[in-house]
């Protein structure tokens, strides 16, 4: 099934090609790898329904597949495709510390916002919540990386968890990097502060005064919605 499965993504993302919107893309987001010139809400579409049609047996074939997408792609969407298999429904049970290679390797090889991002906050931060014992030592050590995405990953994980943020891995996450002078860890920790602020905005902000050394970028971002 994992080989029809691979051949229908590529076959729909060409039915759904659109060779004026596909430059666009490619030069919006600085890819080297072209587009097919597929929107989003298109490609989710075109993603429900082969993984409708093409079930997969077992979580060795799920990984399988989603690698298969992922290393063989010759168009960015083809990738996207292998990161909306990893979050499909049907395998949620499947979701486990086992896919972290998985996702190390799409944001290592990935290295760009697009791909981390949504495997960073949508992969790797429920599986923390999850399995804390496991993740927390190893975000520990990407928050230290030579791997500035690895990095990003550590930040901006926990997005979304509101009260169940473990705060001092943040804090760790964020000392790492805030002399780091890329605007994609700046931006991270800007972002990550920002949407902490929402539910624990004391929090952030005594973090904030705490920490002179914040990038203008990232104390911008974070107190964007707070009065200090």
């Known amino acids: ?63 399988a597949v989603a690698l298969q997408l992922w290393r063989e792609a010759t168009y960015r969407e083809e990738r996207y495709l292998a990161i909306d298999l990893t979050g499909h429904s049907a395998y ?47 975000l520990r050590r990407w928050a230290v990386d030579e791997d500035h995405w690895r990095r990003r990953t550590s930040i901006i994980c926990q997005i979304g968890a509101k009260s169940a943020t473990d705060t001092a891995l943040l804090t760790t996450a964020i000392e790492a990097s805030i002399d780091e002078p890329d605007f994609f860890l700046r931006k991270a920790i800007g972002w990550a502060l920002r949407e902490l602020a929402k539910t624990d905005p004391e929090w952030v902000l005594a973090f904030a005064g705490n920490h002179g050394g914040l990038s203008p970028l990232s104390r911008r971002e974070a107190l964007k919605h707070l009065k200090n």
């Open 1 to 63: 099934m994992s080989a029809e499965l691979v051949a229908a993504a590529r076959a729909g993302l060409a039915e759904l090609a659109d060779a004026e919107k596909a430059p666009q893309m490619q030069r919006y987001m600085k890819s080297a790898m072209p587009y097919r010139g597929v929107a989003t809400p298109a490609r989710r579409k075109l993603a429900n329904r082969l993984f409708r049609a093409h079930p997969l047996a077992d979580v060795a074939e799920f990984t």
């Open 92 to 138: 949620r049970s499947w979701q486990s510390p086992g896919l972290l290679d998985l996702y190390e390797e799409m944001i290592v090889t990935g290295a760009w916002w697009d791909y981390v991002d949504e495997v960073a906050i949508r992969r790797v931060g429920p599986l923390l919540r999850a399995e804390p014992g496991v993740l927390e030592p190893i």
